[in-house]
């Protein structure tokens, strides 16, 4: 070593350490400039990011809110138990018609009673004014308690999704002029009923918790069913990838002779982790549908169908984590006489564990929010019912997910329904920052330093 | 030396505990390993010394198949452990490093406990049938490897946060803890200070009664302090083995007394 520096020609040495040389000045300048390239692609994502999500934010937030009207309803015998026996299979036989009579009956004389100017509201737009919702929901409360039948119940009832709008400040008095759902005078009165705390704006946990409801509807539609659904699909998946492509990265990994076959499979892996969603879509259609005869628009076919796409992407996620671990801890572990499974299960493992759980996750959050292939499978369907629960073979119900339900929002006319599809998003991105903070606490937990 | 004449009559009538027979190494295109023949006899030390990159480390990782598991070695030849083929493939290469020990270059410690460390080979063969035999052997392990005082209060602190100096005494143990048949140390003490290696020699000597210890060392000192036989490797050949004594007295190939008096490597 030494003796190499002696025989180099000597470099002009001078000159004090506080002023560069001319080829230092040049690799600082250098340097500077990779930092800054660096600092504005970062700048350019995150701006780019914040107005995604202040857009949507914006968009969505008035979603978890909306306008609720509360009056005490008469539950009057004569409408709704006409035979006068309190018997629910007889009851049943009132359709909400009759309740709608009711409500409506019951709002006018609420309004007459607090002395609200109803200037200018025929009695009939006053009726309007609750959403359709309301006598069904009242219907159903009825018929699953009929000792209600004669009482005197309050009922909180949606306003309709215009007044909501107003409230909101998506409609104002220039669009009610020329729209057929609403009028001026039901705005104004509108004003005044929140001045009385008749009409107020709470937290919309129907938004969380409801079904999805017609385009005549948007203030009652709600995510019940798509975050039902994904759910299923999400725990379906993992219990349908996570062995799998755990199993088949360690064969792979650790078992696999080195040849053509087995590279080859390597490469298709890859290969189908880079194939359209959409294409698996289809491809469940055919089988899983057409093939297999499993029932449309269900959990299960979605499941299938995302866990075809997901493998890949968690087999590729494992065998990177395998490989990390440090040959030396396998050549430890062999050399001490640890068969294949030994070494694999008490040091590979265990090492791996983290990149393999962060993997895991990442592959889920991504399938949560996949979209084309469901929509090929029929899972954009209108469902109102809930599927049944995860042991009465809900996994075969008709259901939506998440981003099918943002799609199928979006896709509608009415404007309420924009602030829905936004408001879904969010609960979407909840789930994703759920999942991904999941991520990064089991990687902290497992992690271990070698 | 009379010492060490009273060693070579001790050896001259022990039997063979593993011999090689035109042992070939082949990492893809290179040879690195040419026609090996050595006898690695029964309860002795046999140091394999030679210049950096001659095939000390490739030749003792044929002796318990450690080449498995590289995917470029060709291993061509014969080795036998009492008598049986090592490389026939009825054997179960598991069953094989549970008698032929290896200690690494570079150490290797487990991410886990001190004590799981050394408490692993026991475990995974069962050798102890209790907590407390266990217990046992972690201790009679780590003492050997001179390290039990030095961790007894804090055998649960990782393995991999020892110096790099008790690193290596730890596998030592790890290794010692399994009880194999025949030890291979690669560099068991480059980055031991005077004292513990001291101790591990004084170890190796202690296992000599009952078992093989092969040694590679690149300090002629220690050669000739704990081994009777020494093989001395050149470019992948073994140019000469014999007892300890007569190698760093009376070499008979040049380029052995050339390697031990310093003047190639
Ligand atoms: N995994 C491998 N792949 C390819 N070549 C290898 C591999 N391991 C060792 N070699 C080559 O085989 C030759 C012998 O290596 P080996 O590790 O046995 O040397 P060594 O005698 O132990 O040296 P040192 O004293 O430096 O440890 C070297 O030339 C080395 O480059
Ligand atoms: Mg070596």
Redesign the interface.
């Known amino acids: 070593m030494t003796d190499v520096t002696a025989g180099a020609p000597e470099r002009a040495r001078g000159g004090s350490l506080l002023e560069g040389s001319a080829r230092t000045k040049r690799r600082r300048a250098r340097e500077w400039r990779m930092k800054a390239y660096g600092i504005g692609a970062i700048v350019l994502s995150l701006a780019t990011l914040f107005v995604m999500l202040a857009t949507i934010l914006m968009d969505g937030v008035s979603a978890f809110r909306q306008a609720t009207i509360t009056f005490p309803v008469t539950v009057d015998a004569v409408i709704v138990d006409k035979a006068g026996n309190r018997n629910p299979e007889e009851m049943a036989k009132v359709t909400t018609i009759g309740y709608k009579r009711l409500l409506s009956q019951a709002f006018v004389a609420h309004l007459a009673a607090e002395g609200i100017d109803t200037a200018g509201v025929p009695e009939k737009d006053l009726g309007d004014m609750l959403s359709d919702d309301g006598p069904a929901r009242l219907r159903d409360r009825v018929l699953a308690d009929p000792s209600l039948v004669g009482q005197v119940v309050e009922v909180s009832v949606y306003a309709t999704g215009r007044i909501d709008g107003y409230l909101k400040g998506r409609v104002t008095r220039a669009t009610a002029e020329r729209d057929t759902n609403v009028t001026p005078e039901q705005l104004d009165l509108a004003d005044n009923l929140v001045a009385a705390g008749i009409l107020t704006m709470p937290f919309n946990w129907g938004f969380l918790t409801g079904p999805d409801a017609s385009d005549l509807r948007p203030e009652a539609s709600g995510l019940g069913v798509a975050i039902i659904g994904s759910l299923y699909m999400m725990v379906l998946v993992a219990i349908f990838t996570v062995p799998v492509g755990v199993a088949a990265s360690i064969y792979l990994e650790e078992f696999a002779p080195k040849n053509r076959l087995t590279d080859l499979i390597e490469v298709n892996i890859s290969n189908l982790a880079a194939v359209p969603s959409i294409v698996f879509g289809i491809l469940g259609l055919a089988i899983f549908i057409n093939f297999m005869g499993l029932p449309q628009s269900s959990s299960l076919v979605g499941a299938l169908v995302i866990s075809l796409m997901t493998l890949p992407t968690i087999i590729i996620a494992t065998r990177a984590a395998i490989r990390a671990v440090p040959p030396s801890i396998r050549e430890a572990a062999l050399g001490i006489g640890a068969s294949k499974m030994q070494l694999v299960f008490h040091h590979v493992l265990p090492l791996a564990m983290p990149g393999i759980m962060t993997g895991t996750i990442l592959g889920l959050a991504s399938a949560l929010g996949e979209t084309a292939p469901l929509l090929l499978i029929g899972m954009v369907a209108f469902v109102t019912n809930y599927p049944a629960g995860p042991f009465e073979g809900g996994v075969m119900d008709p259901a939506t997910a998440l981003p099918v339900q943002v799609y199928s929002w979006a896709s509608r006319s009415d404007p309420a329904f924009i602030e829905r599809s936004s408001g879904a998003i969010i609960v979407l991105l909840v789930f994703l920052v759920i999942m991904n903070v999941a991520a990064i606490l089991l990687r902290r937990r497992f992690e271990r330093r070698w | 030396m009379n010492d060490m004449r009273l060693v070579e009559r001790d050896v001259s009538n022990r039997q063979a505990k593993i011999e090689a027979r035109g042992v070939q190494v082949h990492y893809g295109e290179k040879h690195a390993l040419k026609d090996v023949d050595v006898a690695i006899l029964d309860r002795t030390v046999t140091a394999f010394i030679g210049p950096s990159g001659c095939g000390k480390s490739t030749f003792l990782r044929c002796l318990?198949r450690?080449n498995d598991?590289v995917?470029s070695a060709k291993v061509a030849g014969r080795i036998t452990l009492d008598g049986q083929d090592i490389y026939d493939p009825r054997i179960d290469?598991?069953?094989?490093?549970?008698k032929v020990?290896?200690v690494?270059q570079?150490p290797?410690?487990?991410?886990k406990s001190i004590y799981e460390n050394v408490a692993?080979?026991p475990k995974?063969?069962g050798l102890a049938r209790s907590k407390a035999e266990l217990d046992e052997i972690v201790e009679t392990s780590l003492k050997k490897a001179a390290l039990w005082n030095e961790v007894k209060d804090r055998l649960a602190a990782p393995g991999?946060g020892l110096s790099g100096g008790q690193q290596q005494r730890l596998?030592i143990a790890?290794?010692v803890a399994?009880a194999p048949e025949v030890l291979l140390m690669d560099e068991p003490c480059s980055a031991l200070d005077p004292i513990a290696t001291a101790q591990v020699e004084e170890l190796i000597d202690e296992l000599r009664s009952q078992f093989s210890v092969v040694i590679v060392t690149h300090s002629m000192q220690q050669a000739a302090r704990v081994s009777q036989k020494t093989a001395f490797f050149h470019l992948g050949s073994l140019v000469e083995y014999g007892e300890t004594g007569q190698i760093f007295t009376t070499p008979q190939d040049p380029r052995t007394e050339a390697y031990i008096t310093g003047r190639i490597g």
């Open positions: 318990n450690m598991t995917a290469p598991v069953q094989l490093r549970a020990g290896m690494f570079k290797n410690p487990f991410p692993y080979g995974i063969h991999t596998c790890r290794a399994t």
